[in-house]
């Protein structure tokens, strides 16, 4: 239901052209010679429910546009976007993890390997086979 306003203007001044219903409340904007006159008229305007412009003839109304929503679609297209490229580089990455060759540092037999745990590995194994063998030297006198 749309919401009605009505408005009473009973004193038309010659100046400015507005109309007004009390003289003592009037503040003249013109500039203009001219007759007032005492001519009644009243309007009726109603805001529409769709839009909430003011129109007082339904049959001439054209609702306005709303804003559209064109910003929050590219948004979430962004997002989205963002969120496949994201998961098709994890893939990707994981597919590179499945298929490189593994290089276990217990099996590492390069000396020059700098890798921490080729080197811890290598390091405890020689001070290991080291102790081992002074450990075999002591039993066997």
């Not at 100046?15 to 503040?27: D, K, M």
């Not at 963002?82 to 597919?95: C, F, G, H, L, T």
């Not at 298929?99 to 540092?105: A, G, K, S």
């Not at 217990?106 to 063998?133: L, N, S, W």
Request: some cysteine.
């Amino acid at each position: 239901m749309p919401k009605l306003s009505l408005k009473i203007g009973l004193v038309r001044c010659g100046r400015c052209g507005r109309r007004y219903s009390n003289p003592a409340t009037h503040v003249c904007a013109g500039r203009r010679k001219g007759r007032t006159r005492v001519k009644p008229a009243v309007s009726v305007s109603a805001e529409c429910p769709r839009c909430g412009r003011r129109y007082s003839n339904p049959l001439g109304h054209t609702c306005a546009s709303k804003p559209g929503d064109f910003k929050r679609r590219r948004a979430a297209a962004e997002k989205r976007r963002r969120a496949e490229e994201s998961a098709r580089r994890k893939a990707a990455a994981a597919e590179r993890r499945r298929n490189r060759p593994q290089h276990r540092y217990e099996t590492c037999r390069d000396d020059g390997c700098e890798r921490v745990g080729c080197v811890a590995y290598r390091t405890g194994y020689h001070e290991g086979f080291a102790d081992g063998m002074e450990a075999a030297d002591r039993a066997s006198r």
